[in-house]
């Protein structure tokens, strides 16, 4: 991408230009670039939605329950606050201590481990596959009848490939909507697991080199086109309590997260959340996440039907 403008690719997919460069070992650079292919496309006609194109999310799978989503909580600061703030205990002893500010604090004392050595486990979550979860810029982000919420997370993610020797290989990051139900989490903090279990948006655009040492950006909630709520954020390694290589150890160190040819999408927690200042998403209200260094904002809507909660039922084999 040369900005104003997309260029097309001699290779079908994402997936199929960074399984060319593990395989190959040639830089991805050196590929994109003798790949480039046809006629610069206009980007700010596709971004708005004005173009036949339509943006995908910058890394897929040919097989989208082989892209993997998953995350790491409580890495911020402003995360801690505000997941502490749900589960509040009286009394500010040890024993009265959230289980989210005791894990924020192991994560303080043994998150940066010195190189080479492993440290404390973070929070870690799914969120499911991109089969069913995964959405793009400009796409909707749906409220399931079950759900009692949808608030966004404004992250970065990791985007990462498995090597056919089983090792993983970040490809790069990207800008994504975490999104879930904070008012479900809030009864219980076993909630947690159900709670991330939504539709999630990366994108537009994936950086393969991005300075992730501190990462200024802003979220953004708009309703009827006006500004409802914003706030400034600051994410990367510096202003994190785990260290990006202690947050990938403790992913992939599952041998079923090293499957060759799997793709990866982890998100590395969000530090502030409009959900926390008392904001309660509507249908057709706007998301907008945007990080310094990292393209253009992400946009989605917020899509609540209303529809009735119905029940599932299971059939039994005859």
Known sequence: ???????????????????????????????????????????????????????????????PARCIISGTGLTHLGSARSRDSMHEKIGGAEENLTDSMKMFR??????????GFIGIAPEWFYKGTAATNLRGHNQKLDLPSYAEDGGEE???????????????????????NEYSDHVFEKKNYLNLAGSKMRQCSIGPEL????????????????RDGKDLWSK?????EDEMCHSLANIEHHHFKFAAHRRPGDVHIHFYGACALSFGDGVKLQNGDVMQVAF?????????????????DELISVLRLK
């Open 154 to 176: 404004a992250e970065i993610a990791g985007v990462y490939l498995v090597s056919d020797i089983g090792r993983p290989v970040r490809i790069g990051m990207t800008q994504g």
């Open 232 to 236: 400034p954020l600051l994410t990367g």
């Open 1 to 63: 991408m040369r900005e104003p403008h997309l260029q097309l690719l001699e290779f079908p997919t994402i997936y199929d230009l960074l399984t060319a460069a593990t395989r190959g070992g040639v830089p991805i650079l050196e590929l994109i670039d003798v790949a480039v292919n046809g006629t610069p496309l206009d980007y700010n006609a596709i971004y708005t939605g004005q173009s036949e194109w339509k943006i995908l999310p910058p890394i897929d799978h040919p097989e």
């Open 292 to 308: 310094k260094g990292f393209g253009r904002p992400l946009l989605n809507t917020l899509s609540a039907p209303g529809k009735v």
């Open 106 to 115: 192991w994560g303080v004392e043994g998150g940066k481990p010195a190189k």
């Open 207 to 222: 950086v393969l080199d991005p300075d992730f040492a501190s990462v200024k950006g802003k979220a953004s909630i708009l």
